[in-house]
């Protein structure tokens, strides 16, 4: 019997322990709240208290039905602009607030990581700059940025060459054709060309792929891996019970295509070592995979880098030209006056400096991703304790407490199509207002902060070029889907049924 009481007093010391860290949390909690001005935030979105499960209903309804966006939307317009949701045991704050925003991605960037979201990419992308935090991503940053210098990401000869095998697939008869399909391959085939100085010539092959063909296979791993991610994300916690054969047989074939070049570029320095010592002079022309190489020999790291920034910018480049001509191809005064401009080239190929000094292209690549951003929603993940300054209170005008564990969520999209920030015509398609436009952290096509894209010169001279050729290539553009835009929504946002348009030659 002597027993009980001991169990009793260490009982009742671990449950005093642990009543007293509450204690101290709650008390360190409050004062932080009162110090920082904070109040409650009093929209909601779920209803069910403890799992949120109501929430989740709708969401899945709304991918189904392929109204994420617009839903929303709406909710932001119900609920206020900051509101808070619970995904099971996620507890989650949005915003579409731009001070928010820029607090949670710039200010106080160091009160944040990506979180959980990046279990599911790191089978795919390992810890390569796109799904590391911390150290390891300020590491990949400093290994990739110098890569793309202006006159490193402007190889102009390429997309031309590129570009010449796309053309080869529009009708000049006025036959429908889907040009998003088109991007997609033009895309990859620019992005591996640029990253791993071997092209997967996917427009080469357009409705005669050799199913044994490694770049085929190779693209078509991608795309599963890719998609795979999605489902990943879906069943979070429970995806290790999913039998995925097809998913990680996909993932090997990505790495081990992509190994090779990188044995390639490693040999091809042992070499220019060598070289170096006997007195030799270097290749000009510039290789991606190669000054990666200089700095790092970690066979391992290279890929992963490669493959993320494969990632990062081959869906994302495409979606934007898919989106912008869904718009221009049902309006043929904008075509007509991206003609005008482009006409000033005198129907030569342009220079970087030319691609950069035609504003109504600018204007209409900057409003297609005002209307439709490729990256959406983005969310971070709060590590310790910290503060948003907008959200609080009835009227959401004060600080809002950010509990450490809180998932806060951002929406581009929600942002970008603020009548109060952007006027009553937010929804429509308007190049125009860009002659005045000036917007800050209210317009986030690419991000900001120390994690802004490092692709978007790149991204922006693959879809100019792209536009100018084709506009110089042909003289009308007409959209043959009679239906309104309707979101595709997996990593990036393009449309779901594409861009059909028939094309009348210049
Ligand atoms: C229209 C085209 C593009 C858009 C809208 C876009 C958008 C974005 C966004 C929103 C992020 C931030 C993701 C996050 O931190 O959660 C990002 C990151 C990134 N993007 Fe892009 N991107 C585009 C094209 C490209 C291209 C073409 C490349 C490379 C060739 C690229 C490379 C990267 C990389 C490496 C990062 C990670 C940066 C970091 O975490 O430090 N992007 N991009
Ligand atoms: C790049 O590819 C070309 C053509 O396949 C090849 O001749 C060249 O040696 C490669 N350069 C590097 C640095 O890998
Ligand atoms: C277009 O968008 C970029 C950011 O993506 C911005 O820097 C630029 O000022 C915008 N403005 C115009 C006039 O195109
Ligand atoms: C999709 O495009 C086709 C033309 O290829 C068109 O007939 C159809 O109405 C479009 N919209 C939908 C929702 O299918």
Redesign the pocket.
């Given at each position: 019997m002597a027993q009980s009481p001991l169990i009793f007093i260490l009982a009742g010391a671990f449950f005093s322990y642990i009543l007293y860290t509450r204690i101290t949390l709650y008390l360190a909690r409050r004062r932080f709240i009162k110090e920082n001005g904070c109040q409650p935030c009093l929209g909601r979105f779920h209803k069910d208290p403890i799992l949120g499960l109501d929430a989740l209903k709708t969401m899945n309804y709304n991918s189904k039905h392929h109204i994420v966006l617009q839903e929303n939307k709406k909710r932001f317009e119900r609920l206020g602009r900051t509101f808070h949701n619970r995904m099971v045991t996620m507890p989650i704050i949005a915003t579409c607030e731009p001070e928010n925003v820029k607090t949670i991605l710039s200010l106080k960037f160091k009160d944040y990581s990506f979180g959980n979201r990046q279990k599911a990419f790191t089978p795919l992308l390992g810890h390569g700059i796109f799904n590391a935090d911390g150290e390891r991503w300020s590491n990949s940053r400093h290994l990739l940025r110098p890569n793309f210098a202006r006159d490193q990401v402007a190889d102009l000869e390429a997309f031309e060459r590129h570009f010449k095998l796309m053309l080869k697939h529009l009708p000049r008869d006025g036959k429908t054709v889907d040009l998003q399909k088109l991007f997609f391959r033009f895309t990859i085939d620019s992005a591996t060309e640029f990253l791993f100085?071997?092209s997967t010539n996917s427009l080469r092959m357009v409705g005669q792929e050799d199913a044994n063909n490694e770049d085929v296979i190779f693209g078509k791993a991608f795309n599963f891996a890719q998609d795979d991610i999605g489902t990943r994300m879906r069943f979070g916690a429970l995806d290790r019970f999913r039998k995925n054969e097809k998913g990680q047989e996909a993932i090997r074939i990505c790495h081990e295509y992509i190994e090779k070049f990188v044995d390639?570029?490693l040999r091809?320095r042992k070499e220019l070592d060598h070289e170096k010592k006997a007195g030799s002079a270097e290749?000009e022309?510039y290789?991606f995979?190669?000054e990666v190489a200089k700095q790092t020999t970690d066979k391992k790291r290279i890929r992963d880098e490669l493959i993320n920034i494969l990632l990062a910018g081959r869906d994302t480049t495409a979606s934007l030209l898919s989106n912008m001509f869904f718009e221009i191809a049902r309006r043929p005064d904008i075509y007509a006056k991206l003609r005008d401009e482009v006409a000033t080239l005198g129907g030569r190929t342009p220079t970087y400096e030319e691609l950069r000094s035609l504003k109504y292209l600018k204007h209409c690549l900057n409003e297609s991703l005002r209307i439709h951003p490729v990256v959406p929603g983005n969310t971070r993940f709060a590590i310790r304790d910290t503060v948003l300054p907008l959200g609080g209170g009835p009227d959401g005008k004060h600080p809002l407490f950010v509990p450490k564990g809180t998932t806060v969520g951002y929406s581009p999209y929600v942002m970008h199509r603020r009548k109060d920030l952007y006027g009553p015509d937010a929804d429509e398609y308007k190049p125009e207002r860009w002659e005045t436009l000036r917007p800050g952290w209210e317009y986030l096509p690419f991000n900001g902060g120390p994690r802004i894209c490092l692709g978007q010169q790149y991204a922006l001279t693959e879809a100019s070029y792209v536009t100018v050729r084709l506009v110089q290539e042909f003289k009308e553009m007409e959209s043959r889907d009679p239906e309104p835009w309707i979101e595709s929504l997996t990593l990036t946002l393009c449309s779901l049924n594409g861009t059909k348009v028939g094309l009348t030659p210049a």
């Open positions: 100085n071997h390639d570029a091809f290749d022309k290789y995979i190669q």
